[in-house]
Every structure is written in structure tokens, then in C-alpha cells.
């Protein structure tokens, strides 16, 4: 049995290339604020929402190595820009191009993060794709979770380095190429 409540359908929402996805958390990633795109694309209400950790619309296809990357970015106070697969409450997904921010307070702290989500090129979904798939094997592939969620990290960072790009460089490279 799935650990997901709610299984994928394998159906994809849309939202306008005009509009944008927003999103606060706390630094431990619950949610403050999310806008009306957001919860109309995710098939949630707002009351729904607030409190709960972002990860609510995790997508399973999504490799947990992303998120850490992410997650090490935002936590070093850097901002980050990736492609990430979300999951509707019904199952079903959308495709957006995040940039998330740290958010400090009057003393410099990291209070939590912002996040602008739009739509991404079709063209570099369909290039990033099959690496979060070569990364999600390398995950499942492992006994432990913790193990294969860090050997494919070090297999993001290996097909980085490779290409002698950051990790933003390699997103706004696929961007161009597609283009």
C-alpha cells in the first residue's frame, strides 16, 4: 500500500501563463499564506491548507534528493529556482517552475520562505524529466530511504558538476536549450 492517501491520476491541471502560484511558510515549512491560484490548482480550500507543511502537495514522482537540494539552499538563506511535480488533492498533477526565498527577520534570521510558482516551458519539463526519473530509481533502489534519498543526491550533484553548473544554472540552461 501506498503511503499516499491519495494516488496519482496520472491527469494534469494548468494554470495561466499570466498567473502565479504563491505561497509562505514557516522556517519549518508550514503553511502561512497561500493565494487564490494556488488553492485553486491544488483543489484546495485555503482552511485546508494553513498550518500544514508544504509538502502536502507532494508529488510521489518527485525525488526527495530535489527537495533536499532545496531545502539546503533556502536554509543557507541562498534563493533557488527548480521544476517540481505537485499533486492536486484530487491526484492529480501540475508542473511549475518554483522560486523559492528565504524570508529573514529584524535580526537577520530566517523567519521562513516565499515561493512564486509559474508555468514552466513544456520543452524543459520534457527534458528534466528523465533525470528526476533516473533520480527517483536511485532512491527506491535503497533499503533505507535516508540511503537512497542521499545517493541520489550525490547523483544530482555528480550530473552538476559534470556540466560544470549550479544547480539554478542547469534549470535556466534546460530553459534555453529548449527554447
Not at 19 to 39: P, Q, R
Not at 64 to 73: A, E, G, N, Q, S
Request: with cysteine.
Amino acid at each position: 500500500m501506498s503511503k499516499y492517501a491519495v494516488q496519482p491520476t496520472g491527469s494534469e491541471r494548468t494554470f495561466g501563463e499570466d498567473e502565479i502560484i504563491v505561497s509562505k511558510t514557516d522556517a519549518a515549512g508550514h503553511l502561512l499564506y497561500v493565494n487564490d491560484v494556488f488553492c485553486r490548482i491544488g483543489l484546495y480550500k485555503e482552511s485546508e491548507l494553513i498550518g500544514k507543511p508544504h509538502s502536502i502537495i507532494r508529488h510521489p514522482d518527485m525525488p526527495r534528493c530535489v527537495f533536499k537540494l532545496l531545502w539546503d539552499t533556502i536554509q543557507a538563506g541562498d534563493e533557488i529556482f527548480a521544476y517540481v511535480k505537485n499533486m492536486a488533492k484530487n491526484g492529480d498533477h501540475y508542473w511549475v517552475l518554483a522560486h523559492v526565498t528565504p524570508t529573514f527577520d529584524s535580526s537577520g534570521k530566517i523567519a521562513g520562505y516565499h515561493s512564486n510558482r509559474r508555468v514552466p516551458d513544456r520543452s524543459a519539463i520534457a527534458a528534466i524529466e528523465p533525470l528526476y526519473r533516473k533520480l527517483l530509481a536511485e532512491e527506491e533502489g535503497h533499503a533505507s530511504r535516508k540511503d537512497g534519498m542521499l545517493s541520489a543526491h550525490e547523483m544530482l550533484l555528480a550530473h552538476l558538476r559534470e556540466r560544470n553548473l549550479e544547480y539554478d544554472r542547469f534549470i535556466f540552461s534546460t530553459i534555453q536549450q529548449a527554447a
